[in-house]
């Protein structure tokens, strides 16, 4: 069934058809396309509008159809466009009349945004099981190595030392706003356009509640105009994969310097891993880099579903078939990346006596110094100043500062006592750190004990 009757003269040419096509595309919204088609059959039948019996054998086939395309036994054909004219003309050849009932009360405008709302939203419930799968990894990851410390940065420059398992858990809190923020996306996605017809609604008695309840949909759209026209789910959805993609291809970044020679702070399983084809000595950490790479991938099509929409008119335009191809690639690339990323991740063996060593930096205690006065009554600009100064002369002499005496040391903080000699380790210094949401072992463990609470581990 192609939908050129006597309006049209000529076929379509062969290039318009290859153009103009979806289905190679679309063909993966075959489940919802029958789930929405069978609800609104249906309720046609239940409103009185296509006879009972139609309606029945309309159903039992498009049942069929969803075993077969299941089977990989449907040829899908690029001359009937999209998912919706290959299952609707199926069904035509199988039951006749009945199935020419089918698309009463109904356009493709508010069949393609029901379509691919239910597509996403079958996705969130996916994606939202996978990032708790690599949460409770990160959490099991972060328990494991509890009582390793190493630096932490700001510019890349060590800054103080923190436990890897606050480090690890502030991913945690990353993966755990995206989830929430897919969540978001599919509270405001799940409202039902069906009913809206081409743009204005329908003549005809139609049950909206009815369908949308069939369809486990929240509520239903209150403009037609909108609802034909709407795309900001995909838009949110493609936003929210795109900061997920960023804070991976941040961990991705962590993991990379950490393998590196230079730090040598972890190793990935072999399994993870890929060598050269000219060095035999290396060891890459390929899928973190790939992941980083794949961020682009994502950010383009946020940016392409933000293009296509921002020039149309009301209502539907043909623009809005570009909208489905970005939103499934970024939904296959970070589905992919959740599920590698997890199985990576349970293999990271952490190295903590080159952390440790790193940390161990007498400099990295500056702060604590600094701080060790203000509680003595020091202002703390002073004693930031009188801290400067030390670090200066420790560079100048070449000792460092857990090698000074305290005489040494009153030379630029006269306030100096015999305690503050044993500053200068890394233990002291996450230790200090209680408050809530810092690094001190105690107040880490509190924040393991509620992820775990959390997840159910
Ligand atoms: N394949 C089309 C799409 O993906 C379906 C809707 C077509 N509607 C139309 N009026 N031509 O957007």
């Not at 489940?31 to 059959?41: E, L, M, N, P, R």
């Not at 009972?52 to 498009?62: C, F, P, R």
């Not at 099981?129 to 410390?149: G, P, Q, R, S, Y």
């Not at 972890?266 to 899928?287: E, H, R, V, Y």
Request: net charge negative.
């Amino acid at each position: 069934m192609v939908l050129r009757g006597d309006r049209f003269t000529s076929d379509t040419d062969e290039l318009v058809a290859k153009f103009t096509e979806s289905i190679s595309y679309d063909q993966r919204m075959y489940k919802q396309d029958i789930q929405g088609s069978i609800a609104h059959v249906k309720m046609l039948s239940r409103q009185g509008i296509i006879p009972a019996e139609d309606a029945v054998k309309v159903e039992n086939q498009l049942k069929d159809i969803k075993l077969l395309i299941d089977a990989g036994n449907f040829e899908f054909s690029e001359k009937l466009e999209d998912i919706h004219m290959n299952i609707e003309s199926y069904l035509i050849n199988k039951v006749g009349e009945p199935g020419k009932r089918l698309h009463t009360a109904r356009s493709r405008n508010d069949q393609v945004a029901t379509d691919v709302r239910l597509y996403i939203r079958d996705e969130i419930d996916e994606m939202d099981e996978m990032i708790k799968e690599l949460e409770k990894v990160l959490v099991t990851v972060a328990n494991d190595n509890k009582d390793a410390i190493l630096p932490g940065f700001t510019h890349l420059q060590n800054a103080q030392p923190v436990l890897f398992a606050h480090h690890i858990l502030a991913y945690v809190e990353m993966f755990e706003r995206d989830r929430t923020r897919l969540l978001d996306c599919r509270k405001r996605l799940n409202c039902c356009p069906l009913g809206s017809a081409a743009l204005a609604g329908s003549t005809f008695p139609i049950d909206r509640e009815f369908v949308a309840k069939e369809l486990n949909f929240e509520s239903i759209t209150r403009n037609s105009m909108d609802a034909v026209s709407d795309r900001d789910f995909v838009i949110e959805v493609c936003s929210a994969l795109s900061i997920m993609a960023m804070h991976f291809s941040r961990l991705s970044e962590d993991i990379i310097l950490w393998m590196s020679q230079q730090f040598s702070f972890i190793d990935l399983g072999d399994a993870f891993c890929t060598g050269s084809s000219i060095m035999p000595q290396k060891k890459n950490p390929d899928i973190a880099e790939i992941t980083r790479g794949k961020t682009g991938r994502i950010y383009g099509a946020l940016t392409s579903i933000l293009t296509i929409t921002k020039g149309l008119p009301l209502t539907y335009n043909r623009d809005l078939q570009e909208d489905k191809e970005g939103v499934f690639d970024a939904i296959d690339t970070s589905k992919m990346v959740l599920a590698v990323y997890t199985k990576m991740l349970e293999t990271i063996k952490v190295k903590k006596e080159n952390m440790l060593k790193s940390a161990s930096d007498p400099a990295l205690m500056a702060t604590d110094l600094a701080e060790w006065l203000v509680k003595q009554g020091i202002p703390f600009r002073e004693a930031y100043y009188q801290l400067q100064s030390l670090v200066k002369y420790s560079e100048d002499t070449g000792v460092p500062m857990n090698e000074l005496t305290l005489k040494q040391m009153q030379k630029s903080v006269p306030g100096a006592k015999e305690e503050c000699l044993d500053m200068f380790r890394p233990e002291s210094a996450v230790n200090a750190r209680e408050v809530y949401g810092g690094t001190a072992p105690k107040e880490v463990a509190r924040q393991i004990q509620f992820w775990q609470n959390r997840l159910g581990i």
